[in-house]
């Protein structure tokens, strides 16, 4: 499991590796391009329930910590379906506990 920082605050958001892998290239990319989104998750279900969003930006501090020492193997299909979601009025929205297949073409790096 690895961990999202957002913000000034140190906001910790628990995201598999294999997922939070996909979303830092996702996310990296559109940020560096300028770009503005939203991030939405439902939150676990041995939390209060619910679900949250926040807004990414480039001025917001992002950290993203993964606790594989080993980079994941990326699937390309995935991340242009995220990068899909994140480029839509409605934002980028996951579960956290979504399993990410695994690469049908080859990894990207």
């Known amino acids: 499991m690895g961990d999202l920082y957002y913000g000034m605050n140190a906001a910790r958001v628990e995201i ?6 996909h979303l830092k290239v996702v996310i990296a990319t559109k940020l560096r391009r300028g770009e503005s989104f ?9 939390e209060r329930g619910g679900r949250s969003t926040i807004w990414l930006e480039p001025s917001i501090p992002l950290r993203f910590v993964f606790d594989s020492d080993d980079p994941e193997v ?10 899909t979601a994140a480029n839509s009025s409605g934002g ?3 579960a956290l506990d979504d399993t990410v297949p695994e690469p049908v073409i080859g990894p990207v790096r």
């Open 92 to 94: 980028l929205s996951v």
């Open 16 to 21: 598999p590796d294999r997922l939070l892998a």
């Open 38 to 46: 939203t991030l939405s998750w439902q939150h676990a279900p041995e």
């Open 74 to 83: 990326l699937n390309p299909d995935v991340i242009r379906d995220l990068a």
